[in-house]
């Protein structure tokens, strides 16, 4: 996600958590999944959700109550050392913030180097994981790097200071925060095309292009090579095209999906042709569920890209900086995917496809989903 447009929903979260602060309330469990994005006409609005480890408590009051940062460490409650809500709710604001930016997960070595307070370490280890993960370079004003690093190490002991900070002097921000929303409905910064759904028309079987015929080929020789039940798979995609799809209306969707005009066949090959490219197992699957609806389920294979750490390295040691190693990480991502027919655009048989996350790790589906919508537009 774009710095800027990470800011303003960031800016929103941490204005939710400084209100609950005024009440002496610690949320203690601030992460994405736990923001609720509403889209108006004219905007959006982040609303704070999760209330299950929130603590009314002084905030010169130490807290011994179990929450959500040391159930994933894996701590019992037994083992949980008194701490202070209020620095943990700043804390998990800055992750916030670079989870936003980055969508990478922050393994517990790299929050080893937090706690050593080695911000130059901190900061290659995220741009080198970056650039590893999306093969591009990390575009971020230094200004919202040191937001985040004051926040992740105490330097920003109030959540009012938050809004004092440099950041906030910048142009860019001073303009997005002219438009921040006060009642939920108002207009936004100018993110809202970046929200629009996909329009993807296809040419009939008459008329197809040679890039269709290609990955008609492909795919054919994808499932001859990798599927031992190619005959049974066959059948069942045609009985799968078979079914009419469920209709919703579009503003069902979420932001940013994809309207098919094109058959069911067509879609369910490219999606299929996308799945088989990383995950040539994926057709050996029971892929197709015993549903009325348009309705499939797979497990993908998504590898994800970590920095090994050496414990005892120095902040200024520039040879570690320079030899930082990668290494790979599998995760299995269980998802349902669904074909259906938009409501309002029947006539023109216009359709989308639904993804629901099964099982696996929440960061990783997203990258996931953002991977295989990237390649469906590529090949489509």
Request: charged share 25%; aromatic share 10%; proline share 2%.
């Amino acid at each position: 996600m774009k710095w800027i447009r990470a800011l303003y929903h960031f800016t929103q979260v941490a204005n939710s958590i400084k209100q609950l602060h005024i009440l002496n309330l610690c949320h203690c469990n601030i992460k994405i999944d736990n923001i609720l994005v509403e889209q108006y006409s004219n905007g959006f609005k982040d609303i704070l959700i999760g209330f299950g480890y929130c603590q009314k408590i002084k905030q010169n009051e130490l807290s011994q109550a179990y929450n959500s940062f040391e159930l994933n460490e894996g701590f019992a409650q037994s083992q949980v050392k008194p701490y202070n809500p209020y620095k943990l709710d700043l804390y998990q604001l800055g992750m916030l913030l670079l989870t936003l930016i980055t969508c990478l997960k922050i393994p517990n070595k790299i929050k080893n180097v937090i706690s050593s307070n080695k911000k130059n370490i901190f900061l290659r280890i995220i741009l080198s994981q970056y650039r590893e993960q999306y093969n591009t370079e990390l575009l971020m004003q230094s200004e919202v790097f040191d937001l985040i690093w004051d926040l992740l190490t105490g330097q920003i002991e109030d959540v009012a200071q938050i809004f004092h900070h440099q950041v906030y002097n910048l142009q860019e921000v001073k303009n997005m925060l002219k438009d921040l929303p006060q009642t939920g409905n108002k207009k936004v910064f100018q993110i809202e095309e970046e929200f629009n759904n996909i329009f993807i028309r296809k040419n009939e079987d008459g008329n197809r292009n040679d890039n269709t015929i290609s990955i008609n080929k492909e795919f054919n020789n994808m499932l001859k090579s990798n599927c031992t039940r190619y005959d049974e798979l066959i059948q069942e995609i045609k009985f799968f095209c078979d079914k009419n799809p469920r209709q919703i209306k579009e503003r069902e969707l979420k932001t940013r999906s994809f309207l098919f005009e094109m058959k069911t066949s067509q879609i369910l090959q490219h999606l299929l042709y996308c799945f088989g490219k990383n995950n040539s197992e994926v057709f050996d699957q029971n892929i197709f569920g015993q549903t009325q609806d348009l309705t499939l389920k797979v497990t993908l294979k998504y590898i994800s890209k970590d920095v090994i750490i050496e414990e005892g390295t120095d902040d200024d040691n520039e040879e570690y900086l320079q030899e930082l190693e990668i290494e790979e990480i599998q995760n299995n991502i269980e998802f349902q995917i669904e074909i259906v027919m938009i409501e309002e655009l029947k006539q023109s048989e216009i359709k989308s496809i639904i993804f629901t996350p099964i099982k696996g790790e929440s960061i990783y589906y997203n990258n996931l989903i953002e991977d295989l919508s990237r390649d469906l537009q590529k090949i489509i």
